[in-house]
């Protein structure tokens, strides 16, 4: 397994990281874009209530305004990551950064809450697209050495600055202009990232020339995940022994076992190689980014709901208050970088998640009338730091050992995961916290439900952590 700063000795350097191309504007390219994916997940989270009475969602509904964004990234990212590899990554980026940037626009013209759903999903089939493009890229682009511990040093910054600052943009953006810039904060940012994308990224070969994608794995795959959410969410109306219940979970899991069939059976290429989970970093690695992807879109939906409707504090400054996690993440992500150059990547990802989870749990201790100090600001710090530090260990290890020709895969495999996690962590865990909360709803109830949602989210890093310590081969510190 390589390691976080360590060479790829068993990888040969991509075909495709093509001579004469621009490495820093490729690695602005994908900052931009990584920083606009992950800040998407969580902008909206703080303007929830407002979209909430603007379009008339309901209680339940309105997690999908989350759901319908998390479902189809998750559930076409392999496609996106075979589409880079079949098709060049350069292309497929382009592609998905018009579709983003267009569904963004659409969406903050939404005028009922099927409109605003609908282009959400829109933004996760651009985002399932352009993610694992642009991470293929920075992956051939800085095969090993210390340019290449930087790059995804930069990348995990990146990376945790947009879903952390994501919610305090949303919120000044909520209450100084309205919930409809959640939506239309990205256009600019996709429109930068085609401009530096079409200048400093060179048009590439594919490195795979098989049969085309599998369209009916994806098809499959994500409407087996929509399934297996939906049945969830809708426990609030249908107990889990109930006919519509049983029945809709026993359609998801059809059509996913369905998925695996067809993915060990295709004549063509499948859309991801079964034999790559033989690869124990693969696997231990999206084990734990589903754990982290459930715990973290959690426990983002529960501090901002706590902060407005327990707390009854406004949009924007509830914003500013996940300041001190944001620049926790983005301190976390830079000691990640210097401790890479002298620790194995899994001792990182162990001790990251320990910390996150510390931190979470702590979290959970919110009450009623709690204030900033004691509920926000020391957790925020532990937890932001704890998730800094995983981040670019995790990226690293889950493309360790893997063929040029799958990194697409591999890297659209590890942002499916995290997706997907999120979806169905929000789905699992709002249930519960629902749940708790009960028919009466007071201050005292909502912080009931909040709180068992951040402990389950503290419980859920923890396993990732155990994850990451049993799969994970050992490996030495690097050279």
Same mark, same amino acid.
């Given at each position: 397994?390589?390691?976080?700063?360590?060479?790829?000795?068993?990888?040969?350097?991509?075909? #495709?990281?093509?001579?004469?191309?621009?490495?820093?504007?490729?690695?602005?390219?994908?900052?931009?874009?990584?920083?606009?994916?992950?800040?998407?997940? !969580?902008?909206? /989270?703080?303007?929830?209530?407002?979209?909430?009475?603007?379009?008339?969602?309901?209680?339940?509904?309105?997690?999908?305004?989350?759901? =319908?964004?998390? @479902? *189809?990234?998750?559930?076409? +990212?392999? @496609?996106?990551?075979? =589409?880079?590899?079949?098709?060049?990554?350069?292309?497929? +980026?382009?592609?998905? @950064?018009?579709?983003?940037?267009?569904?963004?626009?659409?969406?903050?013209?939404?005028?009922?809450?099927?409109?605003?759903?609908?282009?959400?999903?829109?933004?996760?089939?651009?985002?399932?697209?352009?993610?694992?493009?642009?991470?293929?890229?920075?992956?051939?682009?800085?095969?090993?050495?210390?340019?290449?511990?930087?790059?995804?040093?930069?990348?995990?910054?990146?990376?945790?600055?947009?879903?952390?600052?994501?919610?305090?943009?949303?919120?000044?953006?909520?209450?100084?202009?309205?919930?409809?810039?959640?939506?239309?904060? /990205?256009?600019?940012?996709?429109?930068?990232?085609?401009?530096?994308?079409?200048?400093?990224?060179?048009?590439?070969?594919?490195?795979?020339?098989?049969?085309?994608?599998?369209?009916?794995?994806?098809?499959?795959?994500?409407?087996?995940?929509?399934?297996?959410?939906?049945?969830?969410? #809708?426990?609030?109306?249908?107990?889990?022994?109930?006919?519509? *219940?049983?029945?809709?979970?026993? =359609?998801?899991?059809?059509?996913?076992?369905?998925?695996?069939?067809?993915?060990?059976?295709?004549?063509?290429?499948?859309?991801?190689?079964?034999?790559?989970?033989?690869?124990?970093?693969?696997?231990?690695?999206?084990?734990?980014? +589903?754990?982290?992807?459930?715990?973290?879109?959690?426990?983002?939906?529960?501090?901002?709901?706590?902060?407005?409707?327990?707390?009854?504090?406004?949009?924007?400054?509830?914003?500013?208050?996940?300041?001190?996690?944001?620049?926790?993440?983005?301190?976390?992500?830079?000691?990640?970088?210097?401790?890479?150059?002298?620790?194995?990547? #899994?001792?990182?990802?162990?001790?990251?998640?320990?910390?996150?989870?510390?931190?979470?749990?702590?979290?959970?201790?919110?009450?009623?009338?709690?204030?900033?100090?004691?509920?926000?600001?020391?957790?925020?710090? &532990?937890?932001?730091?704890?998730?800094?530090?995983?981040?670019?260990?995790?990226? !690293?290890?889950?493309?360790?050992?893997?063929?040029?020709?799958?990194?697409? *895969?591999? !890297?659209?495999?590890?942002?499916?995961?995290?997706? &997907?996690?999120?979806?169905?962590?929000?789905?699992?865990?709002?249930?519960?916290?629902?749940?708790?909360?009960?028919?009466?709803?007071?201050?005292?109830?909502?912080?009931?439900?909040?709180?068992?949602?951040?402990?389950? !989210?503290?419980? @859920?890093?923890?396993?990732?952590?155990?994850?990451?310590?049993?799969?994970?081969?050992?490996?030495?510190?690097?050279?």
């Amino acid at each position: 397994m390589s390691n976080f700063g360590t060479r790829s000795k068993n990888r040969p350097p991509d075909a #495709r990281a093509v001579p004469g191309g621009r490495p820093g504007l490729t690695l602005a390219t994908v900052a931009v874009v990584q920083f606009m994916v992950s800040l998407d997940l !969580s902008v909206v /989270n703080v303007g929830l209530p407002e979209i909430a009475a603007g379009l008339g969602f309901g209680a339940v509904g309105l997690t999908w305004v989350i759901h =319908a964004y998390a @479902l *189809t990234f998750g559930g076409l +990212l392999l @496609l996106g990551g075979k =589409a880079a590899d079949r098709y060049g990554r350069r292309q497929v +980026l382009l592609l998905g @950064l018009g579709l983003f940037g267009l569904a963004s626009l659409l969406g903050g013209f939404a005028q009922e809450p099927g409109h605003l759903v609908a282009a959400r999903a829109a933004q996760g089939i651009g985002a399932a697209a352009l993610a694992p493009a642009a991470l293929a890229l920075l992956a051939a682009t800085f095969p090993e050495g210390r340019a290449r511990v930087k790059a995804f040093g930069v990348w995990s910054a990146m990376n945790a600055a947009g879903g952390a600052l994501g919610v305090l943009i949303g919120g000044l953006l909520t209450e100084y202009a309205g919930w409809r810039w959640v939506m239309f904060v /990205n256009v600019p940012m996709a429109a930068g990232a085609l401009a530096l994308a079409w200048r400093g990224v060179t048009a590439d070969r594919p490195a795979s020339r098989g049969g085309r994608p599998d369209v009916l794995g994806a098809v499959l795959a994500t409407a087996g995940m929509t399934l297996l959410v939906f049945g969830v969410v #809708r426990t609030d109306q249908y107990a889990w022994t109930s006919p519509v *219940t049983l029945g809709t979970l026993a =359609a998801a899991v059809a059509l996913l076992a369905a998925f695996v069939q067809v993915e060990r059976t295709t004549t063509r290429e499948p859309l991801v190689r079964l034999g790559l989970f033989a690869n124990r970093s693969v696997s231990g690695a999206n084990a734990c980014n +589903l754990l982290i992807g459930a715990a973290m879109a959690s426990a983002f939906y529960f501090m901002s709901l706590y902060l407005q409707r327990v707390l009854e504090i406004g949009p924007a400054p509830a914003g500013l208050m996940f300041l001190p996690f944001a620049l926790a993440v983005i301190a976390g992500s830079v000691l990640a970088v210097k401790l890479g150059y002298r620790l194995p990547a #899994r001792t990182l990802l162990v001790a990251g998640g320990l910390v996150t989870a510390a931190g979470f749990g702590w979290f959970g201790l919110i009450s009623p009338d709690g204030g900033f100090a004691t509920d926000v600001l020391g957790p925020s710090v &532990i937890a932001g730091t704890g998730f800094g530090l995983c981040l670019g260990p995790l990226v !690293s290890i889950a493309t360790a050992g893997v063929a040029p020709r799958e990194t697409g *895969t591999a !890297s659209g495999l590890l942002n499916s995961s995290r997706q &997907i996690g999120a979806s169905l962590g929000l789905a699992a865990l709002g249930t519960a916290a629902h749940h708790r909360t009960g028919g009466t709803v007071t201050p005292e109830t909502l912080n009931d439900g909040y709180a068992l949602g951040l402990t389950l !989210s503290a419980a @859920l890093l923890a396993a990732a952590a155990l994850i990451a310590l049993t799969v994970l081969r050992r490996a030495d510190p690097p050279a």
